[in-house]
């Protein structure tokens, strides 16, 4: 059951990000792709700062979505190099 849910979050996640980032739509993979590396990006970074958003599924979402949003900046930014 727990993939069912890491599979939600992460399509939650990865078109939250694409909405933020105002890029085209990814599709569901694309979506779900982004979300869950966003979710692994999100979680280091959030545990290596001492951050806690709180736990959930709501709070699953934010620290992935903020990952993923970071991640597609940093794929921006490389792309104009």
Known sequence: MEIVWFVIVGIAAGWIA?????????????????GVVGALV??????ALGVSIGGGVLGS???AAIGAILLLAFVRLVKRI
């Open 18 to 34: 694409g909405v933020v980032m105002k890029g085209a739509g990814l599709g569901l993979v694309g979506n779900l792709v982004v």
């Open 42 to 47: 999100g979680g280091f970074l959030f545990r």
């Open 61 to 63: 979402i934010a620290v």
